[in-house]
């Protein structure tokens, strides 16, 4: 089974940027989706971007700010934050979704966005 580890979260000023990294430890191709969600202290988790063979998708409040992207190898799974936000502050999970519609996650990785 495929596990999948987040790494690049840590402390960052508003405005500034940070990029998340999601490994595998094997092969993504057996997602048909994979995902960044977030879950702010208080809050449900919710979706941040999603990636699959031919699109990209976005919550409208990182639209514009955050990309999503895969390696060539697609092993590593990316999150680029652009233009942070207080409000960004959650914990960020990695997600792979399979072509059974079975979840995988990972532990995720804290991003802080605070002076």
């Known amino acids: 089974q495929v596990q999948l580890v987040e790494s690049g979260g840590g402390v960052v000023q508003p405005g500034g940027s940070l990029r998340l990294s999601c490994a595998a430890s094997?092969?993504?191709?057996?997602?048909?989706?994979m995902a960044w969600y977030r879950q702010a202290p208080g809050k449900q988790r919710e979706l941040v971007a999603a990636?699959?063979?031919?699109?990209?998708n976005y919550a409208v409040s990182v639209k514009g700010r955050f990309t999503i992207s895969r390696d060539t190898a697609k092993i590593t799974l990316f999150l680029q934050m652009n233009n942070l936000k207080p409000e960004d502050t959650a914990v960020y999970y990695c997600?792979?979704?399979?072509?059974?519609?079975?979840?995988?996650w990972g532990k995720g990785t804290l991003l802080t966005v605070s002076t």
């Open positions: 997600n792979g979704l399979d072509y059974s519609a079975v979840d995988t």
């Open positions: 094997g092969s993504i191709f057996i997602f048909n989706v």
């Open positions: 990636i699959s063979s031919d699109r990209t």
